[in-house]
């Protein structure tokens, strides 16, 4: 009786440690051990029927290992919320550091491809000559998208580069680098599938009538022949405008215009000129409130963008640096309108009169120039009262920013065109940008009445509409070959008449829908102008009306939409290079 109780206690252990031995305390096996000795008259039971005393103890020893696991389990959940949230934020990082790395690529090799371009093909000299005037966006928009193996392509322009005009405000205070916003005209060039011909000259005359025009080298260089003309087949003028001066006296010998690179590096000298001579020793305060007063003519987007980059300037670098000065700086903004930005809406132009009252900017509306001296302004102010005055504003600076006038080869063949007589803000085009009283000259950009305002948006649209016009012609004349081709030999087979009628059919509807292109339509975009203080309004046309905007979130919204406007890789970069750069060390102060 012992001897088999025995060896059930040793049966039932070595199966107990089989099983669920990691899982079992040492005083759960004892239990169940004493528990089995004590009870010799169930086991001597349970050795006539092995199979069901097997089953029980099975039975017995599973639920004692699911009681000890659920004893042991921990009291609260595991945290899944903390892991999901870890998850995601390794998954953030992840597409952070990936964005980086593709965005470097990119840029690697966008580089590559600007340093190492492709072969060019010279086009057929028997295709038409297209001479193209300007540089500008009109130009610049026409040559981007143009197929210029279907043509010989011919670029005049006294400028070899183009000009990025929008940001070109920041440029005069040292906020962003002349250089980053200028691409030059051969490395656009470059990148066409043909060959294109450049000459940094200006054209000086055109004869439509011969079709030719004669350009002139003024650069500083010249060789022996600075004179020379170039025939033409079609002929597109995106020269732009001058700068008006209304024939008011002194404006043009006293002021500072903001149209090309040089006229900011003119302004950034003299913003230091006057602030170093203001700081001179012993200066009079009469002087010293003079010489930092800068005065602006012209409450468009250029005037504005300028005043708020200029009172940047001075309280975040001048103030610091100079700070005995700094408190008689002055801006004036003296628009003749009005109100400022008059293509804004009325919220968004009240907005930045209160923005510039706020930032110490003072606002002359209703008040025209009528003469400029070296030392100031002469002009008549309508009081709120309907009456007029004559006051005296003295400047150190004083920046012209509004108003276009014609330049001289524009006005030379207006004189030429009979249609042209009754036009006197530029050459009166048609629907199609054709130069009324002519065939074979197109005309973009400020040049041009197409009876929209004269904007970079409205001639980078006109340009980019030319150059759909000029391939789609290109396509009409190839397929209009085609077809004389196909039927000088259709009496040739006689068996293959069918199939030749069926392409020739098939082409003439080719032609159709390459022939239907609508006339040229301004898609206005919105307004962008940037008033100072890390602010900004925008006037964005969205759905069927506009949404209207200002403030921080749509400075930041107007350095976005400029960095993207930005013709190239390169010019990105390098903006943004220079936005970081002087943020971070602030804007330079040297005189050159």
């Given at each position: 009786?012992?001897?088999?109780?025995?060896?059930?206690?040793?049966?039932?252990?070595?199966?107990?440690?089989?099983?669920?031995?990691?899982?079992?305390?040492?005083?759960?096996?004892?239990?169940?051990?004493?528990?089995?000795?004590?009870?010799?008259?169930?086991?001597?039971?349970?050795?006539?029927?092995?199979?069901?005393?097997?089953?029980?103890?099975?039975?017995?020893?599973?639920?004692?290992?699911?009681?000890?696991?659920?004893?042991?389990?921990?009291?609260?959940?595991?945290?899944?919320?903390?892991?999901?949230?870890?998850?995601?934020?390794?998954?953030?990082?992840?597409?952070?550091?990936?964005?980086?790395?593709?965005?470097?690529?990119?840029?690697?090799?966008?580089?590559?491809?600007?340093?190492?371009?492709?072969?060019?093909?010279?086009?057929?000299?028997?295709?038409?000559?297209?001479?193209?005037?300007?540089?500008?966006?009109?130009?610049?928009?026409?040559?981007?998208?143009?197929?210029?193996?279907?043509?010989?392509?011919?670029?005049?322009?006294?400028?070899?580069?183009?000009?990025?005009?929008?940001?070109?405000?920041?440029?005069?205070?040292?906020?962003?680098?002349?250089?980053?916003?200028?691409?030059?005209?051969?490395?656009?060039?470059?990148?066409?599938?043909?060959?294109?011909?450049?000459?940094?000259?200006?054209?000086?005359?055109?004869?439509?009538?011969?079709?030719?025009?004669?350009?002139?080298?003024?650069?500083?260089?010249?060789?022996?022949?600075?004179?020379?003309?170039?025939?033409?087949?079609?002929?597109?003028?995106?020269?732009?405008?001058?700068?008006?001066?209304?024939?008011?006296?002194?404006?043009?010998?006293?002021?500072?215009?903001?149209?090309?690179?040089?006229?900011?590096?003119?302004?950034?000298?003299?913003?230091?000129?006057?602030?170093?001579?203001?700081?001179?020793?012993?200066?009079?305060?009469?002087?010293?409130?003079?010489?930092?007063?800068?005065?602006?003519?012209?409450?468009?987007?250029?005037?504005?963008?300028?005043?708020?980059?200029?009172?940047?300037f001075f309280d975040e670098d001048i103030k610091k640096l100079i700070p005995d000065i700094a408190d008689r700086f002055k801006v004036t903004l003296v628009e003749a309108l009005p109100n400022v930005l008059p293509m804004f809406s009325k919220q968004l132009i009240d907005y930045t009169e209160s923005t510039f009252k706020e930032e110490h900017i003072e606002i002359k509306t209703k008040t025209m120039v009528k003469n400029v001296t070296d030392k100031f302004i002469e002009a008549t102010a309508t009081t709120?009262?309907?009456?007029?005055?004559?006051?005296?504003?003295?400047?150190?600076?004083?920046?012209?920013?509004?108003?276009?006038?014609?330049?001289?080869?524009?006005?030379?063949?207006?004189?030429?065109?009979?249609?042209?007589?009754?036009?006197?803000?530029?050459?009166?085009?048609?629907?199609?940008?054709?130069?009324?009283?002519?065939?074979?000259?197109?005309?973009?950009?400020?040049?041009?009445?197409?009876?929209?305002?004269?904007?970079?948006?409205?001639?980078?649209?006109?340009?980019?509409?030319?150059?759909?016009?000029?391939?789609?012609?290109?396509?009409?004349?190839?397929?209009?070959?085609?077809?004389?081709?196909?039927?000088?030999?259709?009496?040739?087979?006689?068996?293959?008449?069918?199939?030749?009628?069926?392409?020739?059919?098939?082409?003439?509807?080719?032609?159709?829908?390459?022939?239907?292109?609508?006339?040229?339509?301004?898609?206005?975009?919105?307004?962008?102008?940037?008033?100072?203080?890390?602010?900004?309004?925008?006037?964005?046309?969205?759905?069927?009306?506009?949404?209207?905007?200002?403030?921080?979130?749509?400075?930041?919204?107007?350095?976005?939409?400029?960095?993207?406007?930005?013709?190239?890789?390169?010019?990105?970069?390098?903006?943004?290079?220079?936005?970081?750069?002087?943020?971070?060390?602030?804007?330079?102060?040297?005189?050159?």
């Amino acid at each position: 009786m012992a001897s088999s109780s025995r060896a059930l206690t040793r049966l039932a252990g070595s199966q107990l440690s089989a099983r669920a031995q990691p899982q079992l305390n040492a005083q759960a096996a004892a239990a169940r051990v004493a528990n089995l000795t004590t009870s010799s008259a169930a086991s001597r039971a349970t050795l006539s029927s092995p199979i069901i005393s097997r089953i029980q103890r099975n039975q017995t020893i599973s639920s004692q290992f699911k009681r000890t696991y659920a004893d042991s389990a921990p009291s609260t959940p595991p945290a899944a919320p903390k892991k999901r949230k870890i998850r995601y934020f390794r998954w953030a990082w992840r597409l952070t550091y990936l964005s980086i790395l593709g965005s470097l690529g990119y840029v690697v090799y966008d580089g590559f491809q600007a340093r190492h371009p492709d072969d060019q093909f010279v086009p057929d000299p028997n295709k038409k000559t297209l001479v193209v005037l300007g540089t500008g966006w009109g130009s610049v928009a026409l040559l981007k998208k143009l197929d210029t193996e279907n043509y010989n392509v011919v670029v005049v322009s006294p400028r070899n580069y183009f000009l990025f005009t929008p940001l070109l405000p920041s440029c005069t205070t040292g906020q962003i680098e002349h250089r980053s916003i200028m691409e030059p005209v051969r490395q656009i060039l470059r990148a066409k599938k043909a060959a294109v011909k450049y000459y940094e000259a200006e054209a000086t005359h055109i004869d439509h009538e011969r079709k030719v025009v004669k350009i002139t080298d003024n650069s500083e260089i010249k060789g022996t022949i600075t004179e020379n003309e170039i025939p033409y087949d079609m002929l597109v003028i995106g020269v732009g405008a001058e700068n008006a001066t209304f024939g008011i006296p002194g404006v043009r010998e006293h002021s500072c215009f903001l149209k090309e690179i040089r006229d900011a590096q003119a302004i950034r000298t003299k913003i230091m000129d006057c602030v170093e001579t203001a700081a001179f020793k012993d200066q009079a305060p009469e002087e010293i409130d003079r010489l930092l007063h800068m005065v602006v003519v012209g409450g468009g987007p250029t005037g504005v963008e300028f005043a708020g980059e200029l009172r940047d300037f001075f309280d975040e670098d001048i103030k610091k640096l100079i700070p005995d000065i700094a408190d008689r700086f002055k801006v004036t903004l003296v628009e003749a309108l009005p109100n400022v930005l008059p293509m804004f809406s009325k919220q968004l132009i009240d907005y930045t009169e209160s923005t510039f009252k706020e930032e110490h900017i003072e606002i002359k509306t209703k008040t025209m120039v009528k003469n400029v001296t070296d030392k100031f302004i002469e002009a008549t102010a309508t009081t709120p009262d309907g009456k007029k005055e004559t006051i005296t504003i003295p400047y150190g600076l004083l920046v012209w920013a509004t108003g276009n006038a014609l330049r001289p080869i524009v006005k030379d063949l207006m004189t030429q065109i009979p249609a042209q007589k009754d036009s006197r803000r530029g050459l009166a085009v048609n629907e199609y940008l054709v130069v009324q009283g002519t065939r074979d000259i197109w005309a973009v950009g400020d040049c041009a009445v197409a009876g929209y305002a004269p904007t970079a948006q409205v001639a980078s649209q006109e340009g980019a509409f030319l150059a759909r016009l000029f391939n789609n012609m290109a396509k009409t004349e190839a397929l209009e070959d085609k077809i004389r081709d196909l039927s000088s030999s259709l009496n040739l087979k006689p068996g293959n008449a069918a199939e030749v009628a069926q392409e020739i059919e098939a082409t003439e509807r080719q032609i159709r829908r390459v022939k239907d292109l609508q006339p040229f339509h301004y898609s206005h975009q919105g307004s962008l102008a940037y008033i100072g203080s890390e602010k900004a309004v925008a006037d964005i046309a969205w759905l069927n009306g506009n949404f209207a905007s200002g403030g921080k979130m749509t400075y930041l919204f107007w350095r976005s939409a400029y960095l993207s406007m930005c013709f190239s890789t390169r010019n990105r970069v390098l903006v943004a290079l220079d936005w970081v750069k002087a943020k971070v060390y602030g804007r330079d102060v040297s005189r050159e």
